[in-house]
Nanobody, 127 residues
Framework: QVQLVESGGGLVQAGDSLRLSCAASGRTFSTYAMGWFRQAPGKEREFVAAISWGGDSRSYADSVKGRFAISRDNAKNTVYLQMNSLKPEDTAVYHC????????????????????WGQGTQVTVSS
């Protein structure tokens, strides 16, 4: 069982930056591929970014490419989402997700591919 706890959300202005953190429990974090998803009011949850457990493979949604960066520190059991140049349309609850991966280079884009989810952290970007 893996427990995920997100932090770092808040209210910011357009153009500002935030760094979200997701702390994971369990001794096998280093073999879990991780992802970030977000859900805006009245919308379905959508993929934001993913990273392999080796940390060398990443993928981003087109809407955040060039502005967001996902990273991980396996020694700290933590995955991060650095968000720059925030826009009002980035307003959402951000969730991290985890799943075991057999290969260090694998990452996953679909929410159904993840087994574990955090409760989420609210990000609000004002114009």
């Amino acid at each position: 069982q893996v427990q995920l706890v997100e932090s770092g959300g808040g209210l910011v202005q357009a153009g500002d930056s935030l760094r979200l953190s997701c702390a994971a429990s369990g001794r096998t974090f280093s073999t879990y591929a991780m992802g970030w998803f977000r859900q805006a009011p009245g919308k379905e949850r959508e993929f934001v970014a993913a990273i392999s457990w080796g940390g060398d493979s990443r993928s981003y949604a087109d809407s955040v490419k060039g502005r967001f960066a996902i990273s991980r520190d396996n020694a700290k059991n933590t995955v991060y989402l650095q968000m720059n140049s925030l826009k009002p349309e980035d307003t959402a609850v951000y969730h991290c997700a985890a799943r075991h991966a057999y290969y260090s280079g694998n990452y996953y884009l679909g929410e159904r591919e993840y087994a574990y989810w955090g409760q989420g952290t609210q990000v609000t970007v004002s114009s």
